[in-house]
């Protein structure tokens, strides 16, 4: 649904908790979650209208054995689930959800809006022997066709 050529600069944003590290977008940071330790990797807009988080998802063994079939698309659905059990009421509901590549690695994306009413979009992949999401937020853009790429171009540069 968007396309993953937005130019990246090339310096990169490491995770201190895990293997994971992308380029960084030209005009955003790396910032770090020091409170709460949720954010494997988080990247910021410098006008902070925007945000890329990378969060790992912590899938119980038990779990991950009734899933074997197709991991992603099975993965997505519980992250909708807790999206829906946070929310409650205000959950804006799913939308825009779909399946796609980028450098033969498999992504699963959806969008919706939270309690503020702010539009976002998840993308859940695996890495290494882990899932993520990476979570685009948009605090005050209103080009989130601009950002959905930059998440997709961010996507796309995951080493």
């Given amino acids: 649904m968007y396309d993953s050529n937005y130019t990246l600069t090339n310096e990169i944003a490491k995770s201190k908790s895990s293997q994971l590290s992308a380029k960084i977008p030209p005009g955003w940071f790396m910032a770090e979650d020091n409170e709460n330790k949720l954010i494997d990797l988080w990247l910021v807009k410098d006008d902070y209208s925007a945000t890329l ?6 899938i119980d ?5 009734g899933i074997r079939n197709d991991e ?4 997505v ?3 909708k689930v807790f999206k829906k059990a946070r ?7 799913v939308v825009n959800q779909e399946t796609f590549e980028i450098n033969k690695k498999k992504f699963s ?6 309690d503020a009413k702010r539009n976002i979009r998840v993308v859940v992949f695996k890495f290494g022997n882990k899932f993520y999401e990476l979570t685009a937020i948009s605090v005050k853009t209103q ?3 601009e950002l959905y790429k930059i998440q997709n171009s961010v996507l796309s540069s995951i080493n």
Avoid at 53 to 58: D, M
Avoid at 109 to 114: C, H, L, R
């Fill in 72 to 75: 992603i698309k099975s993965v």
């Fill in 109 to 114: 994306a959806y969008e919706y809006s939270d």
């Fill in 77 to 79: 659905e519980f992250s």
């Fill in 143 to 145: 080009n989130l066709q």
């Fill in 53 to 58: 988080n990378f969060i790992a998802l912590n």
């Fill in 87 to 93: 929310y409650g009421k205000t959950f804006g509901g």
């Fill in 61 to 65: 063994s038990l779990t991950m054995q």
